[in-house]
């Protein structure tokens, strides 16, 4: 098992909807939880971090971290065509290492 | 970018030939990783540091060395190039605990 999951998508939703990216991952020591967007031919940049169970809200976007289940999302509320991006959920502390592991990725488009 | 620099930006080199590429911090930041991105595999880690001369591998380190003589400079060497290798390699800073990871502008790699 991979130790960070992402649906690969693609993801597609119309402006101005709710996105939702999904993110599962396997050491239930992990400490730290981010998520990234990046564009096309880019490096990845951090839009949220999280770091306990719950919600976490940063303008349109929204982190949930549940840590029983094992699984972190992003919201982004009123997608926008400028949203439209791959989104790379990385987890840091499995197996009590410092190692930040990413997930594949899923590709979000925003239909103007 | 977060006080990071890659070097070079772009290479093109030949089957068996070493390669060097360079990631340096201006941040003192401790962690430092080393990342290839592939279509389908997203973000891999290679290597990580964790200080001068202090180092470990990552799910792909096999081809691969690193090197950390100085805080802001981490060197990946591609012993002698493949074109398995072919990729674009991301450096990033930070993202030890809490702390968020930053990424370089990335390099490049053609094997051919």
């Known amino acids: 098992q991979k130790e960070v999951e992402q649906n690969s998508g693609p993801l597609s939703v119309p402006e101005g909807a709710i996105a939702s990216l999904n993110c599962t991952y396997s050491?239930?020591?992990?400490?730290?939880f981010f998520w990234y967007r990046q564009y096309s031919g880019k490096s990845p940049e951090l839009i949220m971090s999280?770091?306990?169970?719950g919600d976490k809200e940063d303008g349109r976007f929204t982190a949930q971290l549940n840590k029983a289940s094992q699984y972190v999302s992003l919201l982004i509320r009123d997608s926008q065509p400028s949203d439209s991006a791959t989104y790379l959920c990385?987890?840091?502390?499995?197996?009590?290492?410092?190692?930040?592991?990413f997930g594949k990725g899923t590709k979000l488009t925003v239909n103007p | 970018d977060a006080g990071i620099t890659q070097s070079p930006r772009h290479k093109v080199t030949e089957t068996g030939t070493p390669v060097t590429l360079r990631c340096h911090q201006t941040?003192?930041?401790?962690?430092m990783y080393w990342y290839r991105q592939d279509p389908g595999h997203g973000l891999r880690l290679i290597h990580y540091?964790?200080?001068?001369?202090?180092?470990d591998k990552g799910e792909v380190s096999d081809g691969y060395s690193v090197s950390r003589s100085k805080t802001e400079d981490f060197l990946l060497t591609l012993e002698s190039a493949t074109s398995s290798q072919t990729s674009v390699y991301f450096c990033?800073?930070?993202?030890?605990?809490?702390?968020?990871?930053?990424f370089g502008q990335g390099t490049r790699l053609t094997v051919v």
């Open positions: 990385a987890v840091n502390g499995q197996g009590g290492s410092e190692k930040l592991v």
């Open positions: 050491d239930r020591g992990s400490q730290s």
């Open positions: 540091s964790y200080g001068v001369k202090d180092t």
């Open positions: 990033a800073i930070g993202g030890s605990g809490k702390a968020e990871a930053f």
């Open positions: 999280i770091y306990s169970n």
């Open positions: 941040e003192n930041h401790r962690y």
